[in-house]
């Protein structure tokens, strides 16, 4: 199955653009970057005692009661990649804080080991743990992370850096470059009260980025933010991501984020990872009942979008064209018509391959320009719609379907075949949705150009 996946990029690869250098989903040729082993924690007295009788056949429950601890994560063996998006994900009370929390020893571990990039942090004293922390760990970003109300955006941003004795003009460059990735150039002057919440959670994220260390570790780092704006924030991570290829750790309890989001997942139940895998893996092979109930309602057609089923548009109609330009063009693809497009690519519309020979018929009609009146509504989603939207569409589409942007900008095109293969293959080659990922196998590779073909 791993070998399916990976022939699959391969494959699309060259057909389709990247935006950026995507991390490769099975991740398992890259460094590790983060390790745990038999990693435990135990809130109490002597957590050792419990830890003991666990090891020897005792239940957790009866662990808790007889010693006073509370298990907070319990022997947890994980191999995080260098540049790997990876999510934690359970039900409250899992234990996903608390090993995330274990990553930078925020929280000291009862038993076990850490370790960064081969190093055993849980060995590190406190000089050198700092030391580590810097130079690995960009700062944590929670749900509600610790803005200063009297401090600007930019001084906010720059905090970690603060606390790590950067330079006035060395904290001010970086914290510029971070508040200019998360998109809030133009309100570093601003102080926290004139930003949404979702501007201010983007000042958290830029907080992290500013000290722009390998790992970032992320706690319900979205959570507390309403649907759209959450939404929002995945697809800024995603794309950002994209182009830093940081190592993620992400904690939620969303199965949808974690989809979303996660290269691979690993499913916490009682403290412990109950599986680990690709969001696809999740879904279609459920380790237990557990991750089954999780999974149930999860539809493959929920978590492929527009996006990782598109293909790249070779040939568009220009809104200066001549119709004889543009019936070259469609006849170079054998296409049944063509997109059309303004000079910055926002979607203008779909021309119909007879629509253009009845200009050129016409001899009242201008032989300089696409007649406006010839362009009809193109069929159109937006990149991050589901895969079961498109299909709603396309049940009605004629032409091909353009994919745009929140700018209505054309990104790519999806033809029928494309959809057909997603869903076919769904069990195989189906990858979650990443910008600019292409998926479908064959179905990706006909139908051309802007359309499906003159068939
Ligand atoms: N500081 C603490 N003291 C005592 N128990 C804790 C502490 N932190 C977490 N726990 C316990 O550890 C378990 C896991 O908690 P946590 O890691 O916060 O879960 P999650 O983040 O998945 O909701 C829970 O039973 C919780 O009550
Ligand atoms: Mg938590």
Redesign the pocket.
Known sequence: MTEVIRMTTTETAGAAPKHGAAPDRTADERPVKIETRKLS?L??PRPERAIEHIRSGGSKQEAQERFGV????FEVDLKIHAGETFV?M????????????LLNRLHEPSSGQVLIDGEDVTKLNKQELLRVRREKFSGMVFQQFAILPHRTVLDNVGYGLEVQGASRSELRERSMRAIELVGLNGWENNLPAQLSGGMQQRVGLARALAVDADVLLM??AFSALDPLIRREMQDELLELQSRMGKTIVF?T?DLDEALRLGDRIAI?KD?EVVQVGTAEEIITKPSDAYVEAFVEGIDRTEVLTASSIMQPVKETAHVRDGPRTVLTKIRRYGLSGILVVDSDRTLKGFLPAEAVIEQLEDDAASRDRIEEKRIVPASSVQTTIALQEVIAHSTDATGPIAVVDDAGKLRGVIVKGAILAALVRGGEAAVADRPGRAVGGEGAHDGAAAGEGAS
């Open positions: 924690k809130f109490g509370a298990i907070g994560c934690l359970g039900l409250s009370g899992s234990g996903k804080s608390t090993l995330l929390r706690d319900e904690v309890h916490m403290g």
